[in-house]
């Protein structure tokens, strides 16, 4: 069993994507077992981003993370990780396939619409940043053995 760290980007907010797009993810199966709309602060972004501190996009990067409300989010199930970031699709929208949120949704890889961890171990780190243990809502959906046998 795994845990994913899903962050749906400010343009995703404001594009009014956040329904359209908490529908894929919910669609695939994962539990979700947090959320939470929220600003990111300048604090945050740089403790998410920080692998990415010395890259030429980082300060335009914190700034697309920190200029709106984003939508944060916590989901669990086998493969979580795997299987979230393949509905995100590649990093550049332009490169994204169609089906996928960003080959869908996206064209500017500067407003890319959602993040998603892309290992276990950069889950359980950025889950740390946005949630405490406690907001962790542990409970069993009713169409669970119809979605893991
Ligand atoms: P990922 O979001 O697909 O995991 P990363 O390489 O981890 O991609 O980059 C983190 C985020 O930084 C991207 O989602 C995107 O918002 C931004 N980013 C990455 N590369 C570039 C770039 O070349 N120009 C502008 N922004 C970029
Ligand atoms: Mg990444």
Same mark, same amino acid.
């Given at each position: 069993? =795994? #845990? =994913?760290?899903?962050?749906?980007?400010? !343009? @995703?907010? *404001?594009?009014?994507?956040?329904?359209?797009?908490?529908?894929?993810?919910?669609?695939?199966?994962?539990k979700l077992v947090a959320m939470k709309f929220l600003q990111v602060t300048q604090?945050?972004?740089?403790?998410?981003?920080?692998?990415?501190?010395?890259?030429?996009? &980082?300060?335009?990067?914190?700034?697309?993370?920190?200029?709106?409300? @984003?939508?944060?989010?916590?989901?669990?199930?086998?493969?979580?990780?795997?299987? @979230?970031?393949?509905?995100?699709?590649?990093?550049?929208?332009? !490169?994204?396939?169609?089906? @996928?949120? #960003?080959?869908?949704?996206?064209?500017?890889?500067? #407003?890319?619409?959602?993040?998603?961890? !892309?290992?276990?171990?950069?889950?359980?780190?950025?889950?740390?940043? &946005?949630?405490?243990? =406690?907001?962790?809502?542990? $409970? !069993?959906?009713? #169409? *669970?053995? $119809?979605v893991v046998e």
């Amino acid at each position: 069993m =795994e #845990r =994913e760290f899903i962050l749906l980007k400010p !343009d @995703t907010v *404001q594009r009014g994507l956040v329904g359209e797009i908490i529908k894929r993810i919910e669609n695939t199966g994962l539990k979700l077992v947090a959320m939470k709309f929220l600003q990111v602060t300048q604090d945050m972004a740089e403790k998410h981003y920080a692998v990415h501190k010395e890259r030429p996009f &980082y300060p335009s990067l914190v700034k697309y993370i920190t200029s709106a409300p @984003t939508v944060a989010m916590v989901v669990e199930g086998p493969n979580a990780v795997a299987k @979230t970031r393949n509905i995100v699709g590649a990093t550049h929208p332009k !490169d994204a396939t169609p089906g @996928t949120i #960003r080959g869908d949704f996206g064209i500017d890889i500067g #407003r890319n619409l959602i993040h998603a961890s !892309d290992s276990v171990e950069n889950a359980t780190y950025e889950i740390g940043i &946005y949630f405490t243990e =406690e907001e962790m809502v542990s $409970w !069993d959906p009713i #169409r *669970q053995p $119809w979605v893991v046998e």
